[in-house]
């Protein structure tokens, strides 16, 4: 059996993007002093989540490793592609890093894990697809949803689509989930896809969720979802370009504040649904 | 315990041409084809899929090469084929199309944003749209072991009941970043691609795409069954891997797929012709077993390709072993007395029926190991 999935942990970390790339190193020796150096920006806003998350517990060596990003090693790769029409060589470090298995790479390191360690991306549904890896390879691992800005930030607006004054944030969401814990403060109950407004309707008709679960909708209209779930569910649905993290985000944020009940609920850009059910335990 | 899966439908296009068979002449004669030289710093080798074309024209012509042929022989029904679910390998994913729409901006004399438009799962989601899938979709990429994985979720979906079909594909399209990059690390051949040999200096990178649709039962397909496999990470070197740790994923491959390494009648290599791949493997190999069963690196043939080999190397083992035969392994004539094993120097007749395990080694020490059997 799939589920449940009981969640050992959870961290968050974001941080509104300035004008300039503000140095992560500060934070990210706070929460593992053997930090390693010379890693790309992903793998250190990977580090300050993670380590959080674990908060210097010991894992065992057989903890999977699943990392979810939408945009991935971004930094890297324009620079790479910055040398290459400069006509410069790459350098070697930033060739390295430019594979964004690196992140899971070095937390396996500081963690002392040999199992699976993968990255996961998709168009739609980024984090549950991240959890949905996870879950059917490992007993336990950790899940993280990161994704990082790039500079100068009127680049990165034009790259994402934003308009020139819209906040960009990057962030780090980590779960820690142990098929064999004793203790788990929460649960994931259930992640579950639907092809449509209908397959949704028909499946929350019987959903056993408290009708006061608390909601978490992204890029979906609330109206759309209130009709179709009967749940109360917040007014506001904010686009993102990163809809992946906003999932996460929600869902790490009601795991740490102990939601009794709380359902995250995404719909695709081709109007399909992925439905992510978490209980506190 | 976890059921084999079988391979329903194939599609495959390297430098050697489309298809199965296609690859069965070259890979036949023990000779690999003469690398083309690209315009990068150096003027390396590469081996082209594609005779011409810019790179992001090239990465969906080799998408649509290896995919259309795959659903084809799968042959499913509408409402099948909607509920297909996708899972795709790669390490360079949509960058060529980033490059090539930059670098032409940078000839023009421009000063363009570079990756407007950025997503993992860009490709993905453009393959789902195209081919009418409308199951989950799922880009992995963990450098050259990431069609391998792939291979494995898959199989993974499959067995608990996800989907009834999972498309899997890898693809590398020809990208100045990749060759740049290897070129800067100092891993590109200085001559001919010999991997495990003395003399061995590098790896030759090459382009290429392979989809396969998995299905839990066979029904008309060939008897190619992916039984098993595991992936590891190894985190002593962000650029090579521990002999411990390649026995180790060998060992955890064979175990999930109830294979012991006496029964395995052959073992395609990662082989990427390094100093460093080609001496960690070999060393993991000789402590697998003895005597090793016959094995070999089918990198000389069509270069490496990155990310997608896993799914590459796959289907021309399959075409080869469909033929009753093991390639040799081209380039190799001095055996290093560092590794201290031998890869076939010929092709080695291969029984119908068996198991063979297939290794792919990513940076990020992302260790994966398949069993694949017939």
Known sequence: MIFPLPIVAASGFVQLAGDTAASLRDELRSVTPNAPRRINRLAELGLIGAHRCVAGRDLTDDTAVVVATTTGCLNDSVQLLRAIGDRRPPMPMDFINVSSNMTGFHLAAGLRLHSSNQVVASADFAWEAAIEVAMLGSRRFLVGAIEECTWPLAQQRERLGLSQDAPILESSQWLWVDRDATSPIARIDSVKRFQNDAELAGDLSSASWPRDSEVSIHNADAAIVRALTGLTVPTASTPSPHSGIDAAAACIAAVTRRARSFVCISRGRTGQWCVTAITAA | MRQPVYVTGTGLVTCLGSGLAAQVPVLRSGLAPKARTVKTTEGHAFYHAIASGDSGDRLYALLERAIVPALQAAALDEQALRRTALVVGSSCLDLPVHESIYLSAVDKGESPTPIVGPGYGTMAANLARQFGLEGPQYTLSTACSSSANALLHARLMLNAGLADHVLVVGVEAYNRVS??????????????????????????????????????????????????????????????????????????????????????????????????????????????????????????YVGHTLGACGMIELLMLVA?????????????????????????????????????????????????????AR
Request: charged share 15%; hydrophobic share 45%; aromatic share 6%.
């Open chain 2, 179 to 300: 060759v740049e990059g290897f070129g800067a690390l100092l891993l590109l051949a200085r001559g001919e691609y010999s991997p495990f040999d003395k003399d061995r200096t590098g790896l030759i990178l090459g382009e290429g795409a392979a989809a396969v649709v998995l299905a839990r039962t066979a029904g008309h397909a060939p008897p190619v069954m992916l039984y098993g496999g595991a992936s590891a990470c190894d985190s002593s070197s962000p650029t090579s891997s521990h002999p411990d740790r390649i026995l180790a994923v060998m060992e955890r491959a064979l175990a999930d797929a109830g294979v012991g390494v006496s029964e395995l009648i052959g073992i395609k290599a990662h082989g990427t012709g390094t100093v460093s791949n080609d001496q960690a493997e070999g060393d993991a190999l000789r402590r697998l077993h003895a005597p090793l069963p016959p094995f070999t690196s089918l990198k000389p």
């Open chain 2, 320 to 372: 080869a072993w469909g033929e009753g035969f093991l390639p040799a392994t081209p380039g190799f004539s001095a055996i290093d007395p560092g590794i201290g094993v031998v890869p076939a120097t010929s092709a080695v007749p291969l029984a119908n029926r068996g198991a063979v395990l297939c290794n792919f080694f990513g940076f990020g020490g992302n260790n994966t190991s398949l069993v694949v």
